[in-house]
């Protein structure tokens, strides 16, 4: 009775009682910033990079893509959670296929500041509107009806440029295979959007096969619960029950964070393999809860991991903090800092508190009048300006005694894990009227701009692009073959279909392309295209991929003398390699079970 009181749900898939939802968390609020400006900068910024990959995107242009939440036409309870799955699987599915996408903590700030509410069902003028805002090149949107068991979704495409609305997609399945329906339907929009896209729809569905729909269900409910612990309790469940799905990991280690449990934080993004696409998001994250709790050296190593793959001016600025709480010099990372955003406040107040720490006191000086310009209002900086004048001018009776480079004061360096709360902008814990004892902080940056980090990740990506389309054509297929087997050693097949694909379209007499080809099909259960790829490679070349590919279907097929023979052959080719050695040995164990 209490639970019916209170509208708890029990969900259909999983059978656990959930609270409703509401309102989505208002920790987006704080993520984002509270200023418009932010979200002109954020979709500016992903304009961007869509117009950027007009010379190597989908088609031969940039896609920047907006998934709505699906809309529930069922009326059993406990289901709504799915309408907001369906951005989540959609977006992934979209980003490995080579577009961008808009992040649903961006698409929630765009509705908050358009005072729509959260969970609104827009009606398609208000899409329109929606869309035009963030500057979108596509808007998906669709409903989903669950019925005896079974899960169907239908999908539209609304291009702005027109604009005009494409036919309808459809997808059904059993509920318990939804992520098979949002996979699917993935493909046919991604096929509609670009008919030349070569990807097969069972490598869409291969992509979320590691993953346990009950995991996904409590991610999801993760994500949307509006109170902290009950998130931090959904995410739980969803890592226990799939312990490597990096983006309730991702969640969970944040969800800790803003919580400012910042030991549990530090635990669970380190279960983030650093070679997964979030590891950088995760690595941020991790060095401002070291900060939090004086774990300066390793803060200082988090940083200067991100900062050696995108050195944007937030993990600069939080590298020098944390150099500098080491009683070392972190003027120089403050400086790179301030030259990458200028109209940084918070940049240019720390230049200022590390100039004046190493007894720079002109430099310190210049650079807070510039803290002030941005940000006239501040007290602290005023505080600090006021110092540095008696500094510069040491005759003046009020100077302040200078501070030593080699023995900062304890006030400098003391940890402020325990009082600073999340979303603070100033550490001033360590600032005092006195003169003698004055010593204000550094301002940690702990937001992670996401967009940032894509934009930069994507030029970098671009300029290697540039650099490849110069290399003669077997040289290209070479250099994205050797891509493509990196995302097959992680798992991401629909990324390294892609790389082979445009492998073959660069040089289709590359052997490793079609033997990376005979690997995905091999993994998506297509064995006959696979022996058809692995052997058109070997006749190109001979090669130990392609060779291991027909081992392990003759192995599965018990055909032992075949598989032999093939497996020998990738020794002869690769005398060490422990895949082939290892169907040897698998070999002679089912030889001997034999009858």
């Excluded at 699987?89 to 698409?107: K, M, Q, Y």
């Excluded at 969970?252 to 030991?263: M, P, S, T, V």
């Excluded at 204000?440 to 702990?446: G, N, Q, S, V």
């Amino acid at each position: 009775m209490e639970c019916q009181r209170r509208g708890c749900q029990t969900s259909i898939i999983t059978g656990s009682v959930h609270l409703p939802t509401g309102h989505l968390s208002k920790r987006v609020s704080s993520f984002l910033g509270i200023l418009l400006l932010a979200l002109l900068s954020l979709t500016f910024g992903l304009r961007n990079v869509a117009r950027a990959a007009s010379t190597s995107g989908p088609n031969g242009e940039g896609h920047l893509i907006l998934v709505l939440p699906f809309e529930n036409q069922s009326t059993q309870p406990g289901l709504d959670w799915i309408g907001e799955s369906f951005p989540t699987i959609l977006n992934e599915r979209f980003h490995s296929a080579g577009f961008l996408t808009i992040r649903r903590e961006d698409r929630q700030y765009s509705l908050q500041h358009l005072g729509l509410p959260a969970g609104l069902h827009p009606t398609h003028a208000t899409i329109y509107r929606i869309a035009q805002t963030l500057d979108v090149d596509e808007v998906v949107l669709g409903s989903y009806r669950v019925e005896n068991g079974q899960v169907t979704a239908t999908a539209r495409i609304l291009e702005m440029r027109g604009p005009r609305m494409r036919a309808p997609l459809q997808e059904s399945a059993a509920l318990n295979q939804l992520l098979d329906v949002e996979d699917g339907l993935a493909w046919q929009l991604v096929r509609q959007i670009d008919p030349r896209f070569a990807v097969e729809k069972q490598t869409f569905l291969a992509a979320g096969r590691g993953l346990r729909l009950d995991a996904f269900e409590n991610y999801i409910r993760g994500e949307t619960e509006p109170g902290i612990e009950e998130q931090i309790r959904h995410l739980n469940a969803a890592v226990r029950l799939s312990p490597n799905y990096t983006p309730a990991l991702l969640a969970l280690g944040k969800a800790y964070f803003f919580h400012q449990q910042y030991e549990q934080a530090i635990d669970t993004f380190a279960r983030i393999p650093h070679s997964n696409s979030r590891a950088l998001e995760a690595q941020f994250y991790s060095g401002l809860a070291d900060l939090y709790t004086g774990q300066y050296a390793q803060a200082e190593s988090a940083f200067s991991a991100v900062a050696a793959v995108l050195p944007l001016p937030e993990v600069l600025n939080n590298q020098g903090v944390a150099l500098n709480r080491q009683g070392q010099n972190g003027t120089a990372l403050f400086q790179r800092a301030v030259l990458l955003d200028p109209q940084n406040a918070n940049a240019w107040f720390n230049l200022a508190v590390s100039e004046r720490r190493f007894q720079h006191f002109a430099k310190a000086l210049e650079a807070v009048k510039k803290s002030l310009a941005l940000r006239p209002d501040d007290n602290e900086a005023q505080h600090l300006e006021q110092h540095l004048l008696t500094e510069v001018h040491p005759s003046s009776e009020s100077a302040s005694k200078p501070v030593s480079a080699d023995a900062p004061t304890k006030a400098s360096f003391s940890a402020d894990s325990a009082s600073d709360p999340v979303g603070s902008t100033s550490n001033s814990a360590g600032t005092s009227k006195n003169d003698d004892m004055y010593e204000p902080l550094e301002r940690i940056a702990r937001t992670y701009n996401e967009t940032s980090f894509r934009q930069a990740a994507f030029e970098m990506d671009q300029m290697r692009a540039l650099k490849l389309h110069s290399l003669p054509p077997a040289q290209q297929a070479a250099a994205l073959c050797k891509e493509g087997q990196r995302y097959i050693d992680q798992g991401l097949l629909l990324e390294a279909e892609r790389q082979f694909q445009q492998a073959l379209t660069a040089d289709p007499s590359s052997a490793l392309a079609h033997a990376g080809l005979a690997q995905i099909r091999e993994f998506t259960g297509n064995a006959t295209v696979a022996r058809e790829q692995a052997m058109t490679s070997l006749q190109l070349q001979p090669n130990t991929a392609a060779y291991l590919v027909l081992a392990r279907l003759d192995l599965q097929q018990r055909q032992f003398s075949a598989a032999k023979e093939f497996a020998h052959s990738a020794l002869h080719l690769d005398t060490k390699n422990s895949a082939a050695l290892g169907i040897l040995h698998a070999i002679q164990l089912q030889e001997k079970q034999a009858p």
